[in-house]
């Protein structure tokens, strides 16, 4: 009868979080962000966010399977790096490529390391960094305007707009014939190509004036940053409403899953330099708003640098690390090779961590400097 | 100075269930038919035996005696013959030598306890000596010696005195009882601590969720014009310890590895100042105190006064014994409690509660990897970083440790409460601080 007490140590109670609960919470956050997907896009970014978290999930339980460890695919967290997948590929990609990049995120990302919680780097954004690298032409090619795959479903058009969802397109301004390079391209894309014609034509005035033409029709192309922000834009699966991601984020916030000091300096940093930097008419002429509207700033400053695992615990590490991200990501986009900076911002902070964590940790109570 | 900011940083608000004890008036509980008193109930040097098997004591005889100044005397708490000297469990130590002394049932008192007239005109060094033989040991969980506390060196004057009725655990509601059914003999303690230490300020610490005992204290404090300051805390765990208590009322900042006197204050808790009168004024040893029962274990929890050695098994029974889903046994509140593996422990000088936990209220969890959400970090009233902490004692990096303030954790559990991944901070950390001290003894030698 003696001895059937439990003898841990203390504390005896604690709170009901646990990590499946944040990881389930972090899937409830994204709900609205994938019912916009498909909506935008149609049902086959429904089907690559299927294959990418089927593939992520059964990744992770097989391998761990034929390395005989406990399978921990019912932590949520594998589910949670499929769906972050998948929204960083375009719609229209080819069905193998989720598979592929999934179970490159947690066969390498993920699983060599020890799992969950000692991976240094965000495996979605390692997963995408490989397709990028792989099949550059599936990863930025971007075919499908948003909405339009509904034109082709007269039933569903007509029920759309008796919702309001959906006004068929009379002034054709999804189809901007004519200016080919832009109809199949995201905002940030078009923002890369004519900045890069600026520079490279700026002795030639008559080309300039042609760029800046161009430039309209971009604006043109996402009409107005309330397209940007409602996500009637081209893009990644996940990254084109910052409407639907924020409704996310809120969640996560009020849930305190993130907080808001990666997010917040992140978005700062880039929304300040890319306004000092970032325009054609010398400093001080850059769209701040378009920056940070635009592209997988949103998806990327609020779902994977928040990452736990890869983030810094402490506070001042957390503002760190957002205007690092936020730094490189506006390098990235002004002066690198490609149009977008967010993914590999964050992985290359996602390498610091360690060190700013050791640089950032809060003053013991009590604790007097010189000793 | 200013009272604003009456909190610190850090903290977390864990369930507080007081409401199932907190209306239960003190009752006494029958004498034990047995009692088993350990030799060490206190921090320092256990106290030596100076009866022998056999003899026959009186309830308030000393039994066992001081031994250097970092030790107290302990003393019978019934009357009857000493059955035994022997090791039996103990509800910190595991188990510990003890003196257990069978009933004669009568309860006879030592002739040495009664009213000391004119106790306020004692001189300082007599109320000290009153309160070392009469056992005194904090009463609020760590059970440093009394007047080792009131005999701060001569270079650190004491200005600051604070009472400390925060109670801040959860289920515990027995300093809260004490407040309410005895804030004279509480204020009178807080009058001869002051007295002793010859300080000016002194501030009565209750948190807001006891509305009734802060009412009782400003009356009387109001009524007796005393030099005294009842002070309404904000409700966050661990707002009782210690080095918070101090910040949040003096906003003074106890340094790293100092004590509260190196800010020129001094924390009591409720028990202890109570316990005080009744040394000076009364001549009573510490051979009673009052223990929370409480937990949904526990079918009618109550608050209970209980002689020092009666066996955990008899609170139980007098409070209606243990539901079937019980899985844990506390000595202490659920924060910074021990966990029991039999109801024979005794109650202790330092046992503020006995908590029966069932399942659905404690944590019997697997831990997992740390998924480094930073909870931990954020609530640390130490500032410390509590993951890093717990990963650098499991991979025995103890020097690591060591510099990242290993021995600053108070253990307080707040770490652990919060922690999604279930790790059992605390557990590290004692035993890296335990590894520390022996590789800084070591290395000193
Ligand atoms: S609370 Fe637990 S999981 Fe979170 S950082 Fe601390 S130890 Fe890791
Ligand atoms: S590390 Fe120590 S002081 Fe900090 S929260 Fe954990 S137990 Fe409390």
Redesign the pocket.
Known sequence: MEKKWFVTASPHIADQESIPKIMYGVVISLIPAMLGAIYFFGPHAGWVMLVAVASAVATEAIIEKLMKKPITVRDGSAVVTGILLAMNVPAEVPWWIPLIGSAFAIAIGKIPFGGL?YNPMNPALLGRAFLLASWPTHMTIFKTRPLEWITHHPGLAQFLSKLSLYTPDPTGKFSLSGIDVITTATPLNVFKQQKDAILRFADDPSMTEKVKTAHEAISQLYDSYGNLFWGKIGGCIGETSVFLLLIGAIYLIYKRYIRLRIPLSYIGTVAILSWIFGGVDGLFSGDPLFHVLAGGLMLGAFYMATD?VTSP?TSAGGYIFGIGCGIITVLIRLIGGYPEGVSYSILLMNLTVPLIDRYTKPKTFGKVKNK | MRLKRLTFKGGVHPPERKELSEEQAIEALPLPSYVVIPLQQHLGAPAEPIVAVGDMVRTGDKICEAKGFVSVPSHASISGKVKAIEKRPHPVAGEALAIVIESDGKDEMSPNIGPVANYLALDVEEMKKKIQQAGLAGMGGAAFPTHVKLSPPANKPIDTFILNGAECEPYLTADHRLMLEHPNEILEGVRIIMKILGCKNGYIAIEKNKPDAIAVFQKLVNEAGDNLRVVALNVKYPQGAEKQLIKAITNRKVPAGGLPMDVGCLVHNVGTAKAVYEAVALNKPLYERVVTVSGRGIRQPKNLRVRIGTPFQNLIDFCGGLSDDTVKIINGGPMMGIAQYTLEVPVTKGTSGILALTSSETRIAEPQP????????EVCPMNLL??TL?RLVEYKRFDEARELGVLDCIECGS?AF????K?R?VHHIKFGKLEVTKMMKAKAA
């Open positions: 919680g736990m615990v | 740390c998924i480094r959400c930073g909870r931990c970090v509590p993951n717990a770490c919060v922690c999604p991944s790790i901070h």
